[in-house]
């Protein structure tokens, strides 16, 4: 696995990462249809809390991020892409491996919303997440507290 870290996101870093978010959503979005190079963006400066946002970088660049935003029923896993070059390595799985021992520790439980289709389901799968409900684009899951 890459040598990789989380960092406390900031306000500079928000166009790069919706650059990068284009990209990585971009095959996914397709196949179910639905990619618009605006509105994939968008999203994501429309809902961009850098104080719950981390940078993930591996060898000191831009690698992606992950959000964890508390709700009053649990925390939302949001946002969480990695460059493609770097998926599979188990980057992914360490990050959230970290997230769910912060929350575990917390005594709070996880939820999220993976695309219909998505290789990242089985990622959030194998770390305890449970299928809630689903709907024609989004597959919404929950990981209790073990």
Do not use: K
């Not at 990462?17 to 095959?27: G, H, I, K, N, T």
């Amino acid at each position: 696995m890459a040598d990789w870290m989380l960092r406390a996101a900031t306000a500079d870093d928000l166009e790069p990462l919706v650059e990068l978010r284009a990209v990585v959503m971009r095959p996914d979005l397709e196949r179910l249809g639905r990619f618009d190079a605006h509105r994939v963006r968008q999203r994501l400066r429309d809902a961009y809390a850098p104080e719950h946002t981390w940078v993930i970088e591996v060898g000191g660049e831009l690698a992606g991020c992950v959000a964890l935003r508390p709700a009053p029923d649990a925390h939302w896993l949001e946002h969480f892409f990695l460059a493609p070059e770097l998926q599979g390595a188990g980057i992914g799985g360490a990050v959230v491996t970290r997230l769910l021992a912060h929350c575990d520790a917390a005594r709070v439980p996880v939820r999220l919303n993976v695309l219909q289709g998505s290789a990242a389901r089985r990622l959030y799968e194998r770390h305890g997440f449970v299928t809630e409900s689903e709907d024609p684009v989004d597959v919404f899951m929950l990981r209790p507290l073990p």
